[in-house]
C-alpha cells in the first residue's frame, strides 16, 4: 500500500505524472487528500492508516493479496474528462463490482487518484469496515459491464463486450521483452499461433503434440494424479523466451485461447459412437473392439477428389507401416486416424488375413457407395504380402516422418482444389444458416480458422498469416462455448488437416494457390455478413480485417522472382505500439478502458476496457 500511493503521487518513471489528487474515494476527496509536511513533501501516513485499518479486523481472513488496484484510462480520441465525471465513473465501478455500494458506510476503503488527463488509479483494501470479507471473484467481468455503460453515458469510444472470444492478450512487460530481445512478436503470440497451427493440422493428440514438437516448442504435459499414463493439460514454451532464473516461461493452452484447453482441443477429435461396427468377417469396417479413443476424428471424404482421398490415404498408410511392428498395431494406427478398414480372410484358414482395403467416411461414389482402394492400389510397396515381409524382418524398413514427401505436385493441386471446394460449401451453409438458424453456422465459423491457419502454414504467405491472425476473434463462439459440428465445419476442418499433408507449394501451385485464396475471401465476406445480422460488431471488425489480408494476398506477385507475400518476417513494434497493445479492438470506432493483469481478471475476457490492470498487493 505504502509504495503504490507515493508511486501514484510521486514523479512517475518518466516524470509523466502532474498534479496528482484524489477525485473520489470512501470519504470526501477534500478529507482524503494528503497534507504537505513543512519541507513540502507529501505526508501519507493518515492516508495509508485509513486504508489499511479494516485490514486489521480480518486477521486471518485477509486475502492474500489485499490491495486492489484498478488503471481505468480513456482512449486518446475521447475528450478530456473532468474531476466530476471521473469521480462518477470510479463510483460507478465500485457500485458494480460490489466492493463499495452507494449508500454501504460498512464497504470497503477506496480511493481514486488523477495525475494525468487521460487516467485515473483506484485503489481499495480488500476488507469491510464491518469485518466482512469482499469476493472478488470474476470481478474483471463487472468491471467490464461498468466500463460499457459510462462508456454510452459520457459518449465515449465503445469497446467490445466480455465474451470471451478475444485472445489473451500480451501483458505490456512481454511485448517490452520481445523488442529487447530483437523478437517481432511477443512469445504468448507466437506461442498461440503455433498451437493452432498445430491443432489445424493434426488428427490425433498425439500428432498435435508432434507437431508442436517438430516446430521447435518447448512442451510441458500435465499428467492425472489417479492415472499417471493420461494427460489432463499442457504448457507450452519457446526455447529462447527465458525467466530470470534460466527457466523457460510456460503459458497454459488456457492462457493463449479460451478454445485451447486440452479437453476443448480433444473435443476436434473425439465422435460419440460405438467404436467397432458389426458386420461380416468379409468387409470388417473398423478397427479393434472397444471404448472409443477421446482422439478419434475420421477426415470427412465427402469434399475429397478421388486422387486427394488416394494421395491422403496412401500416405497414411504408409505412416501406419512404418510406426508399426505387427498387422495389429498397423490397424489400429490407421483407425486412430480415422481410416475405415475392411479386411478379406482366406478361405481355407479363416483366421488368417490376406489381403486389405481402406477408404474415408463420407468418401461415396455415384451408386452411394464408400469407395475402398486395395493396398496395391495405393503403392506397390503396399501390399498385404510386402507389408507383412516388413514387419518379419524380410524387408528393411524405411521410416517416413513427413507424410508430403509421399505427394506428386499434382496430388498437391489436386488437394488445393477440393480446400476450396470445402471452403465454398461453407459459404453456402454460412449464408443459408444465416437466414434460418445462424447458430448452426457458428461451427463453419470456428473451422474457417483452421483452414487459415494451416494454408498461411503451407503457403508461406504473410498475409495469410495475418488474415488467419486478425481472423481469431471472429471464430470463437461467446463464452468459450464449442460448437455442435455440422457437415460444413467438418469439411473445412478436413481440408485444414490435408494441407497440412500437402506441405509448401510450388512455383506451378500459384494458381491453385489464388482460387483457394479467392474462396477464402468469399467465405470470410460471408462470415462478416453474418456477424453483421446478429449484431456482433467486433466479430465483424475481426473477420473484416480478415478479408482485408486476404484481398491483399490475392492482389500479389505471383511469379517466384515477385512474391513478397513469402517473407514472413515483420518488423519489431514501436514504443507507441507497445504503449497501446493494451486496448481492445473498437466495436465502431473505445472508451474508459481496463487492464487486468491479477489472477482473477485473467479469466476474463482480454477485451475489456484496455487500460484496467487490477493489481493486489
Known amino acids: 500500500m505504502q509504495g503504490l500511493i507515493r508511486y501514484l503521487y510521486g514523479p512517475g518513471r518518466f516524470n509523466e505524472h502532474r498534479n496528482p489528487h484524489v477525485v473520489a474515494g470512501f470519504d470526501t476527496p477534500a478529507a482524503l487528500e494528503p497534507g504537505m509536511l513543512a519541507d513540502g513533501r507529501r505526508d501519507f501516513r493518515r492516508l495509508e492508516t485509513l486504508l489499511s485499518q479494516p485490514l486489521a479486523l480480518l486477521a486471518d481472513r485477509t486475502h492474500p493479496r489485499p490491495v486492489w488496484h484498478l488503471p481505468l484510462r480513456a482512449h486518446p480520441d475521447d475528450p478530456i474528462l473532468s474531476d466530476d465525471q471521473w469521480a462518477d465513473i470510479a463510483t460507478e465501478i465500485m457500485q ?107 488428427r490425433t493428440e498425439q500428432e498435435f503434440f508432434d507437431r508442436l514438437a517438430s516446430a521447435g516448442i518447448l512442451i510441458h504435459k500435465r499428467m492425472s494424479r489417479h492415472d499417471p499414463h493420461t494427460a489432463t493439460g499442457y504448457a507450452v514454451a519457446l526455447p529462447s523466451d527465458r525467466a530470470p532464473s534460466g527457466q523457460p516461461v510456460w503459458y497454459g493452452g488456457g492462457k493463449l485461447a479460451a478454445d485451447l484447453t486440452l479437453p476443448k482441443l480433444r473435443r476436434r477429435w473425439s465422435v460419440p459412437g460405438p467404436r467397432r461396427t458389426t458386420g461380416p468377417r468379409i468387409g470388417l469396417c473398423s478397427g479393434p473392439a472397444g471404448p472409443q479413443a477421446a482422439d478419434y476424428q475420421p477426415v470427412s471424404g465427402r469434399h475429397l477428389s478421388g486422387r486427394s482421398a488416394r494421395a491422403v490415404l496412401r500416405s497414411t498408410v504408409r505412416q501406419a507401416a512404418d510406426q508399426a511392428r505387427t498387422s495389429d498395431e498397423f490397424f489400429e494406427q490407421l483407425h486412430r486416424v480415422g481410416v475405415l478398414i475392411r479386411q478379406r480372410f482366406s478361405q481355407t484358414h479363416p483366421g488368417q488375413i490376406t489381403g486389405y482395403a481402406v477408404s474415408l467416411p463420407e468418401h461415396l461414389g455415384q451408386d452411394g457407395k464408400l469407395i475402398w482402394y486395395s493396398g496395391g492400389r495405393l503403392a506397390a510397396d503396399l501390399t498385404w504380402s510386402r507389408l507383412t515381409q516388413r514387419w518379419n524382418g524380410d524387408v528393411r524398413r524405411q521410416r517416413s516422418d513427413l507424410v ?214
Open 404 to 617: 508430403q514427401l509421399d505427394l506428386i505436385p499434382d496430388e498437391r493441386q489436386a488437394i488445393y482444389q477440393d480446400a476450396a471446394r470445402a471452403a465454398s460449401y461453407a459459404t453456402g451453409q454460412i449464408r443459408r444458416y444465416s437466414v434460418i438458424n445462424p447458430y448452426a453456422a457458428r461451427d463453419a465459423c470456428w473451422a474457417a480458422a483452421d483452414l487459415l491457419h494451416s494454408a498461411a502454414q503451407a503457403t508461406g504467405n504473410v498475409h495469410l498469416r495475418r488474415a488467419a491472425d486478425a481472423y481469431d476473434r471472429a471464430a470463437r463462439a461467446p463464452f468459450g462455448r464449442i460448437p455442435h459440428p455440422t457437415p460444413a465445419g467438418q469439411g473445412l476442418r478436413t481440408a485444414a488437416r490435408i494441407l497440412a499433408l500437402a506441405g509448401r507449394i510450388t512455383p506451378s501451385m500459384n494458381n491453385a494457390v489464388t482460387v483457394l485464396t479467392q474462396s477464402l475471401l468469399t467465405l470470410m465476406v460471408a462470415v462478416t455478413q453474418l456477424h453483421r445480422a446478429r449484431g456482433r460488431p467486433p466479430q465483424e471488425a475481426a473477420s473484416r480485417m480478415a478479408c482485408t489480408h486476404l484481398r491483399r494476398s490475392s492482389a500479389s506477385p505471383t511469379t517466384p522472382e515477385e512474391t513478397p507475400w513469402l517473407i514472413t518476417s515483420i518488423s519489431p513494434s514501436s514504443p507507441a505500439t507497445i504503449a497501446m497493445s493494451g486496448f481492445p479492438a473498437p466495436e465502431t470506432a473505445t472508451v474508459v478502458r481496463s487492464r487486468a493483469d491479477s489472477s482473477t481478471a485473467q479469466r476474463s475476457d482480454q477485451s475489456r476496457p484496455s487500460s484496467a490492470r487490477r493489481h493486489r498487493r
Open 96 to 202: 458494480r463490482t460490489g466492493l463499495a455500494p452507494r449508500g454501504d458506510s460498512d464497504a470497503v476503503r477506496w480511493i481514486a487518484v488523477r495525475h494525468a488527463d487521460d487516467h485515473i488509479h483506484i485503489v481499495a483494501t480488500l476488507a469491510r469496515v464491518d469485518g466482512g470479507r469482499p469476493n472478488v471473484w470474476n470481478d474483471g467481468y463487472r468491471v467490464r459491464d461498468a466500463c460499457r455503460t459510462v462508456e454510452d453515458r459520457y459518449g465515449l469510444r465503445s469497446t467490445a463486450p466480455a465474451d470471451r472470444t478475444a485472445a489473451r492478450r500480451p501483458k505490456r512487460a512481454e511485448a517490452e521483452k520481445a523488442v529487447r530481445e530483437g523478437r517481432t512478436e511477443p512469445a504468448r503470440t507466437a506461442l498461440r499461433r503455433q498451437v493452432q497451427t498445430a491443432a489445424a493440422g493434426a
